[in-house]
């Protein structure tokens, strides 16, 4: 079996520290999300655990590319996708949040 160098130059121990602080943050954050979903899908309303399964599939799909992304698998220029990803799931995370943990205003709900 051969060796097959990486496509880009390797990453240093600050992009490797940054990459992963800001992985945890975020799959912190789906953890979150994801459990708070879970906890009120079955109170109040099954949309809720919609919400939560969104956010799992989308985190998963995220963490192969990042998987991807640190083998050397993936072009340099997918950077940006995954940057973008995981800001779509942070901003998906939060209108989950809103959604879940919002009081209903009106008087019939």
Sequence with gaps: MEYDPPLFEGTTAQERFVNNAISAVVMSFVLFTLLSSVVHGFGKSPVHLLFGISVL???????????????????????????????S????????????????????C
């Design 89 to 108: 799931l942070s901003l998906l995370c939060v209108v989950a949040n809103v959604y879940i943990w919002a009081s209903p205003s009106c008087s019939v």
């Design 57 to 87: 599939v989308f985190a998963l799909c995220l963490r192969k590319l990042m998987k991807w992304w640190n083998i050397g698998d993936l072009d340099p220029k997918f950077k940006w996708l995954i940057i973008a990803q995981a800001a």
